[in-house]
């Protein structure tokens, strides 16, 4: 195996650590959509999002990544909201 397979492989591994977690975090994503919904809470919360865009930039090692986390954090939440916008839209019967 080359150097490039072997990196390759690294992010594979990466990769499927990432898939589960967030499988994990959506499942949980669910469940704080159905307390808004069950309280009838609004879906964004912006200074939220912010606190935790920050908080991840914080826990960076590499400071040089400050864009590319917040950047991701972003995608992230909007696929979350999104998520949320679909569970809140259904009757119930899921």
């Known amino acids: 195996?080359?150097?490039?397979?072997?990196?390759?492989?690294?992010i594979d591994l990466i990769d499927q650590e990432l898939t589960a977690l967030f499988e994990k975090r959506l499942e949980t994503v669910l469940k704080v959509g159905e307390y808004?919904?069950?309280?009838?809470?609004?879906?964004?919360?912006?200074?939220?999002?912010?606190?935790?865009?920050?908080?991840?930039i914080d826990r960076l090692t590499n400071q040089a990544f400050k864009k590319e986390?917040?950047?991701?954090?972003?995608?992230?939440?909007?696929?979350?909201?999104?998520?949320q916008e679909?569970?809140?839209?259904?009757?119930g019967n899921h």
Do not use: C
């Open 1 to 10: 195996m080359n150097e490039l397979d072997q990196y390759r492989e690294e």
């Open 36 to 56: 808004k919904k069950k309280h009838q809470l609004p879906i964004l919360d912006a200074s939220r999002e912010e606190a935790v865009i920050q908080k991840n």
């Open 69 to 83: 986390i917040a950047d991701f954090y972003r995608s992230l939440m909007g696929i979350t909201k999104e998520t």
């Open 86 to 91: 679909r569970l809140m839209s259904e009757d």
